[in-house]
C-alpha cells in the first residue's frame, strides 16, 4: 500500500459513502472525527455509526482516529470511548511545551495499544484552534527531536498545504518538497501526516456556483502532487473540504434539477453517491 486516507466524517451518509468506498476498492482506511463533528453529532453517534458501517460491511478495514485533539483530556476520552488512535495537536505550542503535551498523551495511549499522531508546525488555514496568516514550515531536526522525545507513532508536517477550501489565493500551488526531503531524512521510520490535503476539487466548486452557491477564488493542490509525497514518506493522507464541497456540489444540483422533491432519502442518496464516487478516486490515487 502507498498510503492510507483519513476522511472526516460527521454523520451518516458520510460515513456510509467512505466505507463503502473502502469496502469496494478493499483497502483500510481512517474516518476521523474533530471537535466540530463531536459538537455536531455527539460522541455515542460516531461511534455507534462507524460501529454500525463494521457490521454492515464486515469486510471493512476501519480505524477511528481522533483528529486535532487540543486537550490531554479529549484524547484521553476519546481512547477510553474505544478510538483506535487519537491526534493530540500542539503545533500552537512552544516546541517544549509541545513535547510535554504530547508526550503525557502518548504514555496515556499506550497502556492502551493505541497511537498517537502528533504536529510540529502550524498549518496554513483554519484549524480549529488557530488561524495563522501562513504557513510555519516543520524544522526537520525538530521533528527528529520531537519525535524521539515524545514517541508519536506518526508526524503531522508542516510544508506547504493548508486547511480549508480557500487555502491558496491562485491555482497551481507549490510544496516544499525540499523540506519534506529533509524530514524523510531525519526520521526515516516515522510515518508522516499530510493535512490540508483537499485539491478542491475544481469540477465541485463549479457545480456549487452554478447552482447557487457562492464559493470564490477557492484553489488547492492537484492530486498528482500531493502523491508525489508519498515515497517520501507521507502515509497518511487527511481530506476534508473535498467531501463537503461534493456533497454540498450534489446537493444543490439534486435540489434544482427535482424543485418539486423535498424527501430527504431522495437528495441526500445523490449527495451520499457522489461523496463515495470522489473516495473512490481519492482512494485510487492514493491507496492502491
Ligand atoms: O482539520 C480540520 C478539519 O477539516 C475539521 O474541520 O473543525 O470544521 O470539523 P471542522
Ligand atoms: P482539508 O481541509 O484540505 O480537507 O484538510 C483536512 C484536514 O487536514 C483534517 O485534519
Ligand atoms: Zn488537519
Partial sequence: MKAICAFNVNNMELIQAVTEAAVELDTPIILQVSKGARQYASMPYLVNLVESAKTVLPKLQVKLHLDHGDSFEICKECIDAGFDSVMIDGSHLAFEENIALTKRVVDYARQFGKEVEGEL???????????????????????????????????????????????YKAPNPSLRFDILEQIHKEIPNTPLVLHGA???????????NKFGGKIENAYGMEEKLLAKTIPLGVKKINIDSDLRLAFTAKLREYLAENPTHFDPRQYLS???AHVKQIVINKISTFCV
Avoid at 131 to 160: D, H, M
Avoid at 198 to 208: K, L, R
Fill in 121 to 167: 508546525g502550524q498549518i496554513a488555514g483554519i484549524e480549529e484552534h488557530v488561524e495563522n496568516e501562513k504557513s510555519l514550515y516543520t524544522c526537520p531536526k525538530q521533528a527528529k527531536e520531537f519525535v524521539e522525545r515524545t514517541g508519536v507513532s506518526s508526524l503531522a508536517i508542516s510544508i506547504g498545504t493548508a486547511h480549508g477550501a480557500f487555502k
Fill in 198 to 208: 483537499s485539491s478542491v476539487t475544481p469540477s465541485d466548486v463549479a457545480t456549487i
Fill in 270 to 272: 445523490a449527495a451520499r
